[in-house]
């Protein structure tokens, strides 16, 4: 006999499969098998019919595409042999799925089905339509299936009540027709109906209200009841299950008293009373009590309040937590998150247990335990808990360190109490795990370093001593490399040396060293090679000793393939070489990136935390007085992400436009990266908001209105792309069309001598190109040091004139800027004539802050438009 | 509710597979692939649960076969391994001490039994007794 034909059975066509050795032997023979089938598919003989389809069903298994078989099951369910019809809808369940239109098909031999005589009949077809039907046959089937929750078997009740749940959801208008039948259901004593009832009853609720109101005014205290009986019935040895008489009932009833009484005082207190029962007699030694309690705790926690019983879940949540059971822990975990939301002082006091879950050996464990405590950090105890989850970082696994670092990065940024502690604690992060370290965490360290400027000294030698022992963290190297490039002086001098220091000694040529290591690591990156380029050219001011070493390092990277590094490096060593007058200001101390505002942007960001901790975070001292130089203000805050304003009305456009991202909800911050990106992307962006043709909400004739609506009380937007090399602000600085060192030297002032207080100021020449020129004239009012009047003179350098002259200007937020009509828009040729305007600006950080505007203008030459911008950072000090 | 439900043995074959969500054919697939990669690569003394894609995976070890059923977020764990255990425990008492080799070979039994205790990925009947009853008359 042919071993492959239809006459063999199932088993030897198994056995055949499974005496295989090689997946081509098992290939060939299901092949071989398949044909077969095929074959008598063709054939369309009956006898073999249901044997073929449960071969089918078992190459199914095995992966292969089975889909000619699908037809044959369809001719099966037709059949009016029970054993055909059988494997007919078994194989039609698992040969197809909803989505394929053969399914429709079977909807007429299922309605015959449903209509049978023998009630099996009749469950297969419910059991089939309960699985796998589509929304158009959920419709077309729905009152067959309404009828049969009332037939006289209980087994075809309860198989219907489940596949009206799917009927519902699928179809969810259809909801309304199985209320009455489903509260109906609720009075059964048979528990596979009572269970199939409760059930259906839930999804009734998830998906249509109506049926919620009913059954919550008409049906809670009956469930309540029932509840009641089972809790207090006697043994029953067909439900028993670990001494408890049906658990699958008891959960499923408490989940349906949880559904009725969410939100509804009522309703919650039929139920506080068996609810209390359950929680106190259920025992939890075995797997089904503890299952019977977590469904208890999860519905207590979300009905209305009553606090006895609250108080009552968490005793039960913390026993769960102590439990050796992994399974138990886990859940646990899982509901003190929820639970935090409702009573954090009870979860607090389990943080040691939560704290020891961490550092479990199952993953999911540790995962759950991870987010509780970052959720239970508050000021009082991050001290411990970082050190404790510091250790911690220390022997956990590759996988868990990305998490892991990324939370303590988070709590350490959020509640840190003083600056050294963060740098301390950072550091320690950096040095362990400083390559799974995100870049916001390390430019928010930067930001921290350089504003703390007592911790300068401090800083830089921690950093050295760590790079000694860390240094294949690339993080670390980056943040050691700036550092030292700053601060190199104060390394190699001990300046500043705190009381808890120990002095080392460390030379200028020590100091390149690291820079050097760090550039020549061939595991370096590009971020690093940059940092490390503009560190050395930073240095080479700093110790000029050893400029000339310095010199041959950068002219290694002159061939770089890398266009970034090349650049760089062909520009340091210019300056190195021919520009040593300018090198020194051109390397000058940075100024101070605005902490207060990178953190608040930062916390707004972060991901949701229990809202008391929120306020705190922002109350971080921001520790120093601003250094004399005038800081960078890049008004354009707005990393490449954001997409601003055009949804805000026209008054807070600019206020938006300026304060950027605190204003913005739900913004995703970047990374803003050491590169020209973010200067551009904001010109791009002025650009675009400015321009009185494509913004939506501006109105053409009030555009001076919105430029002069800058608030004052908010500190200025400082731009993290400075912490890249001056390349990047020259490029900003040209499009100013002025020379770019000049600026630059404008923008970096050196220490100054006491502001000028007179009330007389110098002019300026704001801008300079080759076809325009604008003048300012300062003028104060005595008696009123923060307002500032200024005269913009106008002046056309080109031949031709200029019409339809408008200027434009945008400050930062510490500034009001109002802006007088001008006194015409018509600009004469070659100088022949000027047009002039007044410009009030109020300076609310008068003394502390310079002024800084951005300007734009708009004119029309030879009938073409023209558009210049720049920013003018050039204005006296003390205005 | 439950999403699937899927049997594989030690070596990562599968041995029966029931979805209760539209998935089509190489979905099943990838799935089956994933999940197996996950599950039969935990430890012995890890919790029961397994967090994947949005879902909750409760498997359970009975000899050489691994019982993991997929369900939703909110749905109760402990329970689903309670449900596991029902399963095993009617299955046991059908085929009399129950082995993988009398899955392989009767799966369409298996199945059957399996359509007694869940529809749409809810329970069905929490009575073993009835259950047997059931497949025995049918």
Not at chain 1, 74 to 101: C, N, V
Not at chain 1, 356 to 361: F, N
Not at chain 1, 381 to 400: A, C, G, H, M, R
Not at chain 1, 661 to 683: H, W, Y
Request: charge should be neutral; charged fraction near 20%; proline fraction near 5%.
């Amino acid at each position: 006999m042919n071993p492959f034909s239809s006459e063999t059975r199932l088993r030897d066509m198994i056995r055949a499969i499974r005496a295989c050795k090689t997946a081509a032997e098992e290939r060939a023979v299901v092949r071989k098998e398949c044909a077969a089938i095929r074959a008598s598919i063709n054939e369309n003989d009956p006898d073999y019919r249901h044997r073929n389809i449960a071969k089918l069903m078992f190459i199914h298994m095995l992966g292969y595409p089975t889909h000619f078989g699908q037809m044959e099951c369809l001719k099966l369910i037709a059949s009016a042999e029970f054993p055909e019809k059988r494997i007919g809808y078994l194989g039609l369940m698992l040969l197809l799925d909803e989505r394929q239109e053969v399914l429709m098909l079977v909807t007429n031999s299922l309605k015959q089905d449903l209509n049978h005589a023998n009630q099996y009949i009749v469950g297969l077809a419910l059991c089939a339509l309960g699985n796998i039907c589509s929304a158009e046959m959920a419709r077309d089937l729905a009152p067959e299936v309404e009828r049969l929750l009332q037939f006289r078997d209980p087994n075809t009740r309860k198989k219907a009540a489940l596949c009206a749940i799917r009927i519902i959801k699928k179809v969810p208008d259809l909801a309304e027709n199985f209320i009455n039948p489903a509260a109906a259901l609720l009075k059964e004593k048979h528990h596979g109906v009572l269970i199939t009832g409760v059930q259906l009853c839930t999804d009734l609720c998830k998906v249509s209200p109506e049926a919620l109101e009913h059954f919550r005014k008409k049906c809670t205290e009956g469930l309540v009841r029932t509840l009641k009986d089972v809790v207090n019935s006697p043994y029953a040895p067909e439900y028993d299950i670990a001494g408890i008489t049906d658990p699958f009932l008891h959960i499923r009833l408490v989940r349906l008293l949880r559904v009725l009484g969410q939100g509804n005082a009522d309703a919650s207190d039929l139920m506080n009373d068996i609810l209390a029962q359950v929680a106190t007699k259920t025992e939890s030694n075995k797997n089904a009590g503890n299952a019977i309690l977590y469904e208890c705790v999860e519905t207590i926690m979300s009905i209305e309040d009553n606090g006895g019983l609250r108080v009552l879940a968490i005793n039960i949540l913390g026993r769960f937590l102590s439990n050796r059971d992994n399974n138990i822990r886990y859940v646990a975990l899982n509901m003190l998150m929820k639970a935090i939301t409702v009573d954090t002082q009870a979860v607090q006091r389990h943080r040691a247990t939560i704290l020891e879950c961490v550092k479990d050996s199952d993953a999911s464990i540790r995962k759950r335990a991870l987010e509780l405590v970052y959720l239970l950090v508050n000021e009082s105890n991050v001290k411990p808990l970082t050190k404790e989850l510091i250790e911690y970082l220390e022997v956990s696994d590759q996988e868990f360190k990305g998490d892991l670092t990324a939370k303590i990065c988070s709590i350490i940024a959020k509640f840190s109490p003083e600056k050294i502690w963060y740098i301390d604690q950072m550091l320690k992060v950096l040095s362990e795990a400083g390559n799974f370290v995100k870049d916001e965490a390390w430019h928010a360290l930067i930001v921290v370093i350089s504003n703390a400027s007592d911790l300068h000294g401090y800083s830089v030698r921690a950093l050295y001593r760590a790079f000694q022992t860390s240094a294949e963290q690339e993080t670390l190297v980056r943040v050691a490399v700036w550092c030292i490039g700053e601060y190199g002086d104060m390394l190699i001098n001990n300046v500043a040396l705190l009381d808890i220091e120990n002095p080392i000694t460390v030379t200028g040529s020590d100091a390149v060293d690291v820079v050097e290591v760090s550039i020549k690591r061939h595991t370096s990156d590009l971020t690093t090679k940059s940092m490390s380029l503009i560190a050395l050219l930073k240095l080479s001011s700093r110790f000029p000793s050893c400029s000339e070493r310095i010199r041959d390092i950068i002219i290694q990277n002159r061939g770089s393939l890398v266009l970034e590094l090349q650049q760089r490096s062909i520009e340091f060593n210019s300056v190195i070489e021919k520009h040593q007058n300018i090198r020194s200001a051109l390397v000058e101390r940075m100024p101070v990136l605005d902490e207060a505002t990178f953190i608040g942007r930062r916390a707004g960001s972060s991901p949701a935390i229990v809202p008391t901790s929120n306020s705190a975070s922002l109350n971080l001292p921001n520790g120093v007085a601003k250094p004399p130089a005038a800081p960078l203000v890049d008004l354009l805050d707005l990393s490449s992400d954001d997409v601003p304003a055009p949804s805000s009305s026209g008054g807070g456009f600019l206020q938006d436009l300026l304060g950027g991202v605190d204003l913005l909800p739900g913004l995703n911050q970047t990374a803003i990266s050491g590169t020209n990106e973010a200067p551009r992307t904001g010109t791009d962006i002025l650009l675009d908001l400015l321009s009185i043709e494509t913004s939506p909400t501006q109105s053409s004739s009030s555009i001076t209105d919105i430029l002069s609506s800058s608030q004052g009380d908010k500190s200025p937007v400082a731009s993290l792309g400075e912490i890249s090399s001056p390349p990047s602000l020259s490029t900003r600085a040209t499009s100013a069309g002025a020379d770019p060192m000049m600026d630059l030297l404008g923008g970096f002032s050196p220490n100054p001598p006491m502001p000028d207080n007179g009330p007389v100021y110098p002019s300026i020449v704001a801008f300079e190109s080759s076809s325009l020129r604008i003048t300012f004239d300062f003028s104060k009012a005595p008696g009123n040091p923060q307002k500032t009047t200024i005269l913009a003179t106008f002046t056309n350098m080109s031949q031709s004139i200029y019409t339809d002259f408008i200027f434009q200007a945008a400050v930062p937020k510490f500034l009001q800027l109002h802006l007088d009509p001008a006194s015409s828009n018509t600009l004469p040729a070659s100088g022949n004539g000027s047009i002039t305007q007044n410009l009030r600006v109020t300076n609310s950080q008068h003394g502390k802050k310079s002024l800084v505007m951005r300007m734009r203008i708009a004119y029309k030459f030879n009938n073409e438009d023209i558009l210049e911008e720049g920013q003018i950072n050039n204005f006296p000090r003390g205005l | 509710m439950i999403h699937f439900v899927l049997l594989i043995s030690r070596q990562g074959k599968v041995r029966l597979t029931k979805w209760y969500s539209p998935y089509s054919q190489k979905e099943r697939t990838k799935v089956i692939r994933e999940l197996s990669g996950v599950i039969l690569t935990r430890g012995p003394k890890l919790c029961n649960f397994v967090e994947w894609k949005g879902y909750k995976v409760v498997y359970k070890r009975y000899a050489s076969l691994y019982f993991c059923m997929c369900i939703d977020q909110e749905d109760n764990e402990l329970e689903v391994l309670e449900i596991i255990h029902h399963y095993v425990e009617i299955l046991d008492r059908y085929f009399g001490s129950v082995c993988e080799l009398d899955l392989i070979f009767n799966f369409h039994k298996a199945y059957y039994i399996l359509d007694e205790l869940l529809i749409a990925g809810e329970l069905q009947e929490p009575s073993k007794k009835t259950v047997a009853r059931l497949i025995s008359a049918q």
